[in-house]
C-alpha cells in the first residue's frame, strides 16, 4: 500500500484573478465576501473554507484544486 500525503501551499488567486480579469473587489461582489477577505486569501494570510473555494472556483471558472498549489 502506497501512502500519499498532500499539503496545501501557496493560494494561486492573484492569478486566476488577473487571467479572468477580474479585480479582488469583482470577485468579492460576486461571491458576497468583502474586499478585505479576498485580499486574505490572495495574500496567503487565510486559507479559504470549503464554501468559499468553491464558490471562488465557479466565478473564476476553475476547478477548486487550481485555487492552491498542491505539494506531495
Do not use: F, P
Request: charged share 20%; glycine share 4%.
Amino acid at each position: 500500500m502506497v501512502t500519499v500525503a498532500y499539503k496545501v501551499g501557496k493560494c494561486l488567486l492573484r492569478y486566476h484573478l488577473t487571467i479572468n480579469g477580474m479585480t479582488q473587489q469583482d470577485l468579492a461582489n460576486r461571491i458576497g465576501k468583502t474586499k478585505q477577505s479576498i485580499s486574505l486569501y490572495a495574500n496567503n494570510a487565510q486559507i479559504m473554507s470549503y464554501e468559499t473555494a468553491l464558490n471562488v472556483s465557479k466565478a473564476l471558472n476553475c476547478a477548486m484544486e487550481d485555487l492552491y498549489e498542491i505539494k506531495e
